[in-house]
């Protein structure tokens, strides 16, 4: 039987291995050979000296808990300090650390009760010698794991919110298997470096890899240099000047070190990693890439679910993806306004004090500290630089000089240098000049705009305007948008698309930073020779006319609150060619207010809803290109305009004028023109368009009357139009032949949305009929059939206010209706089904993919059968509402075809009692009033064994992602069995008292 002292050495020379690995406890490189010679010749001797040496390791193990221990104590009464306390997971951290203490003095008592006199050793001994071997061994790693988890205490002080859970999604990705390249995304100065450098420390710490390394990436960068950096930081010399055999040397000696983490920090330029010298494989080298442009990751091919977003403060979602909300009213998240700049603030304050204690401020300063941080939008850099340089400034006239700066953009020299120059190099990335341009104009447009009004704003005004077709420059447009949201010049809210999904799905409402939009103004005081910006503040009055300078080129007064523009107002601005004055309360304009302005080509006063007439000083504007007049709801009165032959884009929409302005059919150069939404403007056909042929954009929709084919057969460059043709009994034929010499043609509008037999009120109808270029709709209103030609490409199909079909296919079987795509009825009164599922209109749909039923009275269900060309396979929206005689949505039979399917809205249906339809009822009456699902009894009595034990039948609707439920006051449940939907479903019920809670169960996406 072996001695003691035998099985002390070969647990001992176990123990070092281990930790000269995995602790920072590590023994000189020949302890083991030399306990080894130990042993030799000295047996007596040897047991004390390696008992002793084994209670030092269990000392050490002790004093490295403690260090942990202080650290975290350390941080936690700077929290104390704060009036803080620590979360419940730091909690149990530290009692797990005192447990391994405890359990570490209790190994070392052990090992004194050990007695080594002799080579004889009592068996009761030899067993507790091997226990303690196990124990000790379990420790060390334990100790090694727990270092591991070690809390982040002060994250929420010092990094907000998401910079916790960033951290703890990077250490999920960077210990997948699956995963070889992660992505930092985020605007210049959030924090996407700092997020980096910290998990480079924690990696170095933890040593839960070999190694890290860290390569910042020029701006031009090449691969020979980007292969010079990486050799020196790993120490390799190349004796060749050859990339592709560098890049082989490269690859070998990053081999050699095992598993690592590579970070490449501040890339703009793809980096093409095979000929660097780059090999991402499993247990080998995993990539953390941080950059401010998305299409860097995707040419790198770092999954999107990889991409880590970096938000400046309050910018974290709301929203949990698998939330299910339940609300009696609607929620207007004031709560979330109160306390949004607090993290910011609490940075402010600890960067302005010292050594972690947050400064004290008078309630006057204070004032003035929270509006600096909410210029400074939440962006850390921003906040510390300007925390930096008010350090020590404790006297308010110092604040009030800094407000002061803010409110006239004039930026301290720190934050040009240190904060505009690094939002600056995200706008010089900016390769096109076009782009650049645009950029600027939008930084002088409200905050918060509907990426669609966006858009149509840039047109407008002529910001991408060339020689191409509409078609072209919208295109360009949006591709200009993703551009700026993917180079983190505009964001995306997401939130906002959620609050309002049924309603602008795909239009989400983009922003620009507060710093990024100061950065781009800056830029525009240094481009144009002189500006005046005072725009998204408070202004009440306009600025006096001496303060107007004779040289102003572009000014910006949008978004206030201008209520006067004060009798005899006339700047004399010779050289002004930008005035924007919309989203104001102005309410009157002097006559002479434009007297001086001879060089105005874009004038926009949109928004101001109490402006009732316009000055005759507007006629002479003989330069002006674009004018924009967009719900200005009680302008009634516009000065003639026949004199505006440079006029190219002109905008009168949702206003009050009776008659359009005098002079429209002069104006032979227009381009664009939009009257859509005036209630009040009776349309005489045949009065100004017909010498209107240079039109590309033509929108009449929501004004009384209508015009006649003839008015457009001329406009032979007409792309996209959106009107109501009057079509009586001597003008059917007419329209039936532009159908098809134009509108099947390729000469005519390939986008249009046509009203036919308009003898109602328009207003329904949506602001911007256009969600794509060629989109191609028809409306009908209040018909007994359909007597009207069909266009051939017809993509959606609106039907209104009518008393006479019962189903769909009465009036439509004898169409082509292959290409629709979406189906639009409105207040009928004896539609009872949509689909008889046998004629040719239901064998010919199959594209379908939005179906919106709103006020049929007498609709009990959407198909009297189920066609079996599979017709609803690709619907993806379902809306419907106040619809009072359907009982159940949508039956198993149908929801078979619906995997397609990604939003349901039902709203205001009195007897809804089911969304989706079990495949069988037992509890249902033969009897029942749905007479129209009678048929699914039989096909499905196989399901009557699987009824009997409850609720367990299976709906799975992977694409579904939102469900909206509203005033149903009978619906008793969305389904009896279980719902299965991607992870990512959200959905909102208001409103049923009788609805019980849905079985909704998620797979992952």
Known sequence: MPSLYHKIFFFFVYISCIEGVESNLEMDGGASTSLAASFEGNEEQCDTGVLT??????DELRSDLTREEKDIQGQLQLLESHGKRCKRKVDLWLNEIQNMKQRAIDMKNSLNQFRCSDFYVPQGEMYS??????????LTEEIQKHKKLKPLVLSNEYFGRKFEKNVETLWKLMRDDRVFIIGIYGMGGVGKTFLAKYMQSEIKRTKTFENVLWFTVPYSFSIFSLQEDIAKIIKVRFHTYDETERAMILTKELEKRGNIILILDDVWRYVDLEMVGISLRINGIKLIITSRLRDIFQQMDCLSINI???????????????DIYYRNDYDDDSDEDDDKYDEALKLFLLKLGSYGTPLTLSPEVRDI??????ECDGLPLGISVMAQTMKGKTDIHWWRRVQNKFDKLKMGVEMQDKVFTVLRRSYFNL?????????LYIALLPN???????????VDTGQLEGNGSLEEIFDEANVLVDKLVNDS???ANKEKEIKHLSSYKNDLVLSMHGLVRKMALNILKQSVNNMMIKCNGNMTKIPYTEKWATDLEVVSLAHNNIQVIPEGTSPNCPRLSTLLLFENSIYHIPECFFAHMEALKTLDLSKNKSLTCLPHSLSNLTSLTSLMLHECSELNYIPPLGELHSLLRLQISSCSIKAPPQGLENLINLKWLDLSMNKNLKLVPGSFLPSLTKIHYLDLLGCAGGIEVEDVKGMTMLECFAGTFVVQDNYKDNFSRYVREILDSTNGPQTYFINLDNKRNMSTLIEYPFSRFKDRTMSFSDCKELIHFLPRDLLKLELKYNDHWICLCYGLSSYDNSLLEEIRIYDWKKLKSLFCSSCYLCTDIKNLQ???LNCLESLTVICKKLPENDMFSSLKTLCVHKCHQMKILLTSKLVRQLQNLESITVSHCNSIEQIFGVAYDKDKDEEDENEDYEDEEDENEDYEDEDDEGDSNIIILRKLTWLSITYLPQLKTVYKGILICTSGFKSSIENCPQLCKPRIEYEAS
């Open 448 to 458: 918060f705009m509907r990426r669609n009004c966006l858009i149509k704003k840039l």
């Open 308 to 322: 880590i977003e970096v938000s400046p403060f309050y910018y974290y979602h709301h929203y949990n993806s698998c």
């Open 129 to 138: 010698a091997e226990e303690s071997q196990k124990k000790i061994q379990h």
């Open 489 to 491: 010049l505009l964001e």
């Open 53 to 58: 040496t084994l209670q030092s390791k269990l």
């Open 369 to 374: 500290v929270r509006y600096v941080v909410k």
């Open 431 to 439: 390769k096109e000049k076009d782009w650049q341009k645009c950029f």
């Open 850 to 852: 939005s179906l919106n």
